[in-house]
């Protein structure tokens, strides 16, 4: 099953307005390279808006994908071989993030998407025989969500 994380739209678009309202309130645009360097952040910011990433679990490995539109960014296999660990933590009051350690190269970090990704990579974790940690900020949060479903 594919998931699909959320972008934090809400925060790029109060970045947006935080760039591009002072100048027009105080009617003084920025002159020259100032200018440049304003259209340039915004188109930036514009274009982040339509990110999406995109996470499939398999039964041998995991595939990460970063999509502008339906145009691949960043696209990266992992495969059962390549991975150190799996590490379940607490992002903030309620949210859960999993960490994949890779042996080498850059760690994948999955936040912000559902918990049936979540499920899906302790499944993995399971399956291949990979270490699982899961921290105890984390643990609460899986009580307080099974307390929830009864």
Do not use: C
Request: glycine fraction near 6%.
């Amino acid at each position: 099953m594919v998931h699909q994380g959320k972008v934090q739209r809400w925060l790029l678009i109060i970045v947006l307005m935080a760039i591009n309202l002072p100048p027009l309130l105080l009617n003084s645009f920025p002159n020259g390279f100032a200018l440049y360097i304003q259209l340039f952040v915004s188109a930036l910011i514009v274009l982040a808006l339509f990110i999406q990433v995109r996470v499939k679990v398999r039964g041998s490995n995991i595939v990460y994908r970063v999509e502008l539109w339906s145009a691949p960014l960043y696209y990266k296999t992992v495969y059962r071989e390549e991975i150190h660990r799996i590490e379940f933590k607490r992002s903030s009051w309620a949210s859960k993030v999993a960490v994949v350690r890779v042996k080498k190269g850059i760690d994948l970090r999955f936040a912000l998407f559902g918990d049936g990704l979540f499920g899906d990579l302790s499944q993995f974790a399971e399956r291949n025989g990979l270490e699982l940690r899961k921290s105890k900020d984390y643990q609460t949060i899986e009580k307080l969500d099974s307390n929830r479903l009864r």
